[in-house]
Every structure is written in C-alpha cells, then in structure tokens.
T-cell receptor, first 110, second 111 residues
Framework: SQQGEEDPQALSIQEGENATMNCSYK?????LQWYRQNSGRGLVHLIL?????REKHSGRLRVTLDTSKKSSSLLITASRAADTASYFC??????????FGPGTSLSVIP | DTEVTQTPKHLVMGMTNKKSLKCEQH?????MYWYKQKAKKPPELMFV???????INESVPSRFSPECPNSSLLNLHLHALQPEDSALYLC??????????FGPGTRLTVL
C-alpha cells in the first residue's frame, strides 16, 4: 500500500542550487519522516516532523508540514554532488505502520 | 549506538532452498520491521513486530515467515521462493523517538 506521493519523481540541478521535493499523503498521520538512500544501500533518516509541528531544520535541510493540505516539503539548500540520492517521505497512518512514498531521484551536477 | 545489523549482505538461493535473513538491534526499540525493495521503487512494508508480537502482516505470501525470538532479534525465513522475490530486504527498528533506523539490507537473488 502507498500513503505518500512524492513530486517530482526526478530532479536534476546544478551544484549550489536549492532542491525542493514535495510529498502528499492521504490519511491523518502521527508524524512524517524523510529519508535518503544512496544507490542500492540502506536508508538514512533525515528528519522527523510531528503532526503538531509546521517546520523543522537540520543543517542544510528544511522540512515543512501542512496537515490541512496533507503535504510536506523537503528543501535542501546549497546542494552538493554528494546529495545525489533518492529521497523518500514516510508516514505513520497508525501506530507503528510506517509506509513510504514512491520517492524523488535527485541528481546534483558538479 | 544507533545501529541495525543485517546478515548476510548477499544471498543467492535456488527455488527449493530454505534460508534465513537475520536482523539485530540493541537500542531497546519497541518495534522491528521487514521491508522488501525492488530497484527504483520505495521500500514495501512486509511485517511489523511490536513488543515481540506480530502486529502487521501486509498479506505477504507464506513462503516468507517472520520470527522474533526476542526484543533484539528478527529473522525472516525463506522457503520455495520465486525469481520475482529477488530484491533488497531491509530491516528497521523504531523506538521512543519514533525515528526508524534501517539496516544496510540483504541483497537476495533467487535463481
């Protein structure tokens, strides 16, 4: 089953530019998480934002959550070639059930 | 320590073989997960164990059999798999912070 939908599916930018990815979901949630995955490897947790929060920052990452629109965005500022990866949002529609959206493939060109 | 370990890293098996994937975490987490991931697709939830009890089974075929011997260990027993079961199998755990930590995965090939 799929809860989140990422947009765009693929994004290609120049190093130094900002990258914005969006995630929409269908049901109410307890929290929303963003992950990064480098090719064929395990997922790395980036940020968790709870349903009563609107914005969160971590280094060059900024996540927003709009529960009225059932959407979230991930902004990566001053992108680097090392940011090239797939990015997934994951939601928890009910206790301990964490499901992933289809992901955005980000390419940062040096 | 925020590590989830998985063994083996790679596994090749025939359709008549029986094998097991193992996952371990020592973070005292309340829930452990198995996900299946095909190339260029998101992880697909298979099973969730909460407090060592199977709480979610996403209608996975019976040739996949999970087991949670204790709060730190999670196994996935494989029997009579099909070539389409070839994928990356990811284990994860979640604790009080609600952050999910993933292992590096087992790359499974079924011949």
């Amino acid at each position: 089953s799929q809860q989140g939908e990422e947009d765009p599916q693929a994004l290609s930018i120049q190093e130094g530019e900002n990258a914005t990815m969006n995630c929409s979901y269908k049901t109410s949630i307890n929290n929303l998480q963003w992950y990064r995955q480098n090719s064929g490897r395990g997922l790395v947790h980036l940020i968790l934002i709870r349903s009563n929060e609107r914005e969160k920052h971590s280094g060059r990452l900024r996540v927003t959550l709009d529960t009225s629109k059932k959407s979230s965005s991930l902004l990566i500022t001053a992108s680097r070639a090392a940011d090239t990866a797939s990015y997934f949002c994951a939601t928890e529609p009910f206790w301990d059930k964490v499901i992933f959206g289809p992901g955005t493939s980000l390419s940062v060109i040096p | 320590d925020t590590e989830v370990t998985q063994t083996p890293k790679h596994l090749v098996m025939g359709m008549t073989n029986k094998k097991s994937l193992k996952c371990e975490q020592h973070m005292g987490h309340r829930a452990m997960y198995w996900y299946k991931q095909k190339a260029k697709k998101p992880p697909e939830l298979m099973f969730v164990y909460s407090y060592e009890k199977l709480s979610i089974n996403e209608s996975v075929p019976s040739r996949f059999s999970p087991e949670c011997p204790n709060s730190s260990l999670l196994n996935l027993h494989l029997h009579a798999l099909q070539p389409e079961d070839s994928a990356l199998y990811l284990c994860a755990s979640i604790g009080r912070s609600d952050t999910q930590y993933f292992g590096p995965g087992t790359r499974l090939t079924v011949l």
